[in-house]
């Protein structure tokens, strides 16, 4: 074989391989929040069993430090770290009696209230009918004011799953439901944030002890996430890193302690927390 055979034979190769190198960089974009031994939290991106830490948030910045862990050897935290947390209430017909609200059920709570994929949720003293809520949260990007809704998707960076659990009886009692929503340790979040992740056809599956008891795709969403961005940012300035929930959907019950709470967001991955009871 001559030196131009030996060149084009090597081409050819390189050609025939093209799809593979192609398909690996089509890896999808995870990220997580970690530590280690109740250390620093950092955030990292995910390449199979491997946590390549990131230099920030991955919505500011992509620039890996060289630094990896075993996924085995860390901790994961929230994967968010909003300044602002919007939620949704009666967001599924599933959820509502009637016809649903012209305008989306608005209502905040406080970034405290967020725990990780492998911290309990915390039953406080006092509380008898605390509820599991399985939900899809959208994590925002860039700064948002006045977007329209057909421009909304530029503004979504991720996707997670997430458990709004929710106190009912102070629910029922309280002027605003802050207390019922927002109580420290409430709400669920994790194990990752999903980059550019189809959040308009998500299957969101709860599962109470192994049994599933809430099931309902995000394409069922009164109000999709898109619309959720555009009327938010109407009165609100969204800021890298806040958070938009779903809602939830069908009916729920009580968590006691010692239950277990799944949320799956199909593709995705699977929020499991355990109830304890707090002091």
């Known amino acids: 074989m001559n ?44 390449h199979g069993s491997q946590v390549w830490q990131l230099a920030g948030a991955p919505y500011e910045t992509m620039e890996h430090t060289g630094v990896w862990h075993g996924r085995d050897t860390v901790k994961l935290e929230a994967p968010a770290e909003p300044t602002q947390i919007f939620m949704t209430a009666f ?14 059920g608005l209502f905040l709570v406080p970034p405290s209230s967020l725990v990780g994929p492998e911290d309990p949720i915390v039953r406080p003293a006092g509380s008898r009918n605390l509820h599991y809520e399985a939900e899809m949260a959208v994590v925002i990007g860039k700064r948002a004011e006045n977007v329209p809704a057909d421009q909304a998707h530029e503004y979504i960076f991720g996707v ?29 979040v994790g194990p990752v944030l ?16 192994g049994e599933v008891v809430q099931g309902e795709n995000s394409s069922d969403l009164i ?51 355990e109830v304890i009871q707090g002091q």
């Open 3 to 46: 030196h131009m055979q030996t060149l084009l034979v090597t081409l050819a190769v390189l050609f025939i391989s093209a799809p593979s190198l192609a398909q690996e960089d089509a890896e999808p974009e995870i990220f997580v929040r970690y530590s280690q031994d109740g250390g620093e939290i950092s955030w990292g991106m995910l």
């Open 91 to 104: 967001n599924f017909h599933s959820h509502i009696s009637g016809d649903p609200a012209e305008e989306p």
């Open 160 to 188: 997670t799953a997430g458990n709004d659990v929710s106190e009912r009886s102070w629910q029922g009692s309280d002027i605003q439901w802050v207390r019922a929503k927002g109580s420290r340790g409430f709400n669920a």
């Open 194 to 209: 999903y980059k550019d992740a189809d959040y308009g056809n998500i299957q969101i599956t709860g599962r109470l002890n």
């Open 223 to 273: 109000f999709g996430m898109e619309e959720m961005v555009s009327y938010i940012s109407r009165f609100f300035t969204l800021e890298p890193g806040d958070m938009i929930w779903s809602g939830t959907m069908g009916s729920t019950r009580a968590m006691v302690p010692g239950d277990i709470y799944e949320v799956e967001l199909s593709g995705i991955g699977t929020l499991r927390n």
